[in-house]
């Protein structure tokens, strides 16, 4: 009997988990600063319910239905399709490897902010780039591990480990603590960052509406982009969560209270982060414009030299990283569990073995990205993984559901589960509106990496960081080319 989680409930805490990442804490408000503050929330929120939310629905829709794995429920729709999950579920491992290296540098610095005075107060990027990572000066340079990042990445993977090794069982346990934990931190960081000095000046430049760049492509790409990854779509995730569902829960109801929860967060987020911003451009006479930036540098450069200029540094510091790490945790064992559960599909063997298994080889895998030169590898990896190959996912998911399968026959299914039923509006969003978005989203970014390679990596690093999409697309054409006869006549369910 398949594994079931203990209520709706844990299924909501896991999927919010998941989706909640760092991304919305060190992307989402740069992003809304950068394209017209709060005029960008009407993009976003467009994108949320236009983009965001039907393929969500879609994602959960595939597991539940059929209580599979990313790669036997596509099976299930056609036997020729399955390497559509093995697309998923690769891109999902790449990101996980890669996402445990950033876990372990958030571990170095929740350590270190129990000494005072914050060991990054004089200098924080010197701090982040050569004490934490031993920045190399180029790909090339490979360098070595330092102790600090090898013993953080293992108690990472440890934890990781703790988490799955029972499945639903030990997942539904853990996050119980691990989702309200991290919005329980916001809302007193949140609280303690608007009574800061000029905590409001940070404020109006995050939410004041410039609407001008409504009329600037970029806002609408940037908006639809954001929503695509900060809800964990195109990693196999969703559907292996949803997969351990009843046949009959209520899946719009959860895409939504997803979807929202996820975007009510990362707004919370943007408070907390512009009104500590604000701090430190008033405590060193600098304007915001000139201190915010976005991705790492965001939560490990400018924050972290925010919180040493705040009274009580030390605990704020400590609970600004504990709060990443509990963030963390959530999204980098969803990934490990949409691998486990694609495994356990067909091989049956304990989740414990496959658990320990999995992440053995992860680990091992993930020693590349604290390496001194882990942050160029980083780089470039996120930059193929999230522009093409989570992309290219999500892409033919839509027209294997929309096409293939028939968009009205899973309609027909979600509405016989829901209490919110969807219209004919979700087909023509699934069949047409989502891929035309996300081929436009690939269309844009090839154009830009025709016009030059990225960030001047040589020519092999590029190689490398478009094989992680190059192979899955290889695997998916040869599984649909020798898949047998037999295989093909199976009816999809």
């Keep these: 009997m398949r594994a079931r989680w203990n209520s709706r409930i844990i299924f909501l805490f896991a999927a919010i988990g998941s989706a909640v990442g760092l991304g919305n804490v060190w992307r989402f408000p740069y992003l809304a600063y950068e394209y017209g503050g709060g005029a960008f929330l009407i993009p976003y929120l467009l994108a949320l319910f236009i983009l965001g939310i039907p393929l969500l629905i879609l994602e959960f829709a595939i597991g539940q239905k059929f209580q599979s794995g990313a790669i036997s429920s596509f099976k299930a729709i056609h036997p020729r399709l399955r390497g559509i999950g093995f697309m998923a579920i690769f891109s999902g491992f ?31 990027e010197t701090y982040f780039f050569q004490h934490v990572l031993n920045k ?4 090339s340079q490979l360098g070595g591990i330092s102790p600090a990042l090898f013993t953080a990445l293992l108690l990472t993977w440890v934890s990781i480990y703790l988490c799955v090794r029972k499945g639903v069982k030990s997942v539904g346990k853990v996050v119980v603590i691990t989702m309200p934990l991290p919005i ?3 809302v007193i960081l949140f609280v303690r ?19 001008s760049a409504l009329f600037d492509t970029k806002i609408w790409l940037a908006a639809a982009s954001q929503i695509f990854f900060s809800l964990s779509l195109g990693f196999g995730i969703m559907i292996a969560y949803a997969s351990y569902n009843k046949k009959n ?17 990362s707004l919370l987020s943007g408070f907390v982060v512009f009104s500590v911003i604000g701090f430190m451009a008033t405590q060193v006479n600098a304007n915001v414009k000139d201190v915010i930036t976005s991705g790492p540098g965001l939560a490990f450069v ?5 919180l040493s200029l705040m009274p009580f540094a030390s605990f704020f510091a400590a609970l600004f990283f504990l709060m990443l790490l509990t963030l963390g945790i959530d999204s980098a064992f969803s990934l490990v569990e949409a691998i486990n559960t694609v495994i356990a599909d067909v091989k049956k063997v304990s989740m414990h ?28 990896f996120d930059h193929f993984i999230t522009n093409f190959g989570l992309v290219t996912v999500g892409i033919l998911q839509c027209i294997v559901v929309g096409w293939i399968y028939g968009a009205p026959k899973l309609r027909e299914y979600v509405n016989s589960v829901s209490t919110l039923k969807l ?19 690939i269309v844009i970014q090839f154009n830009k990496e025709l016009q030059g390679s990225y960030n001047n990596y040589p020519i092999w690093a590029i190689y490398l960081g478009a094989s992680s999409v190059v192979i899955p697309i290889v695997i998916l054409i040869l599984s649909m080319i020798f898949t047998t006869k037999e295989e093909s006549n199976e009816s999809a369910n």
């Design 193 to 211: 960052g608007m009574t800061l000095d000029g905590a409001w000046s940070g404020v109006i430049y995050y939410i004041s509406p410039d609407f």
């Design 184 to 186: 329980i931190f916001l």
């Design 302 to 306: 400018v924050f972290p030299k925010a």
């Design 94 to 124: 790449v990101v996980m490897v890669y996402y445990s290296a950033v876990m372990a540098w958030t571990l170095v610095f929740l350590f270190d902010s129990f000494q005072s005075p914050l060991p990054w107060a004089q200098n924080s």
């Design 136 to 139: 190399s000066e180029s790909i």
């Design 353 to 380: 073995y496959i658990a320990l298994v999995v992440c053995s080889v992860a680990f091992v895998c993930a020693l590349l990205f604290v390496t001194d030169a882990g942050l160029y590898y980083l780089d470039i």
């Design 423 to 441: 219209g004919k509006w979700w087909d023509i969003m699934i069949c047409y509106i989502i891929p035309i978005i996300l081929s436009t989203l």
């Design 249 to 265: 829960q209520d899946i719009v109801g959860d895409a939504l209270i997803t979807g929202v929860t996820n975007s009510c967060i």
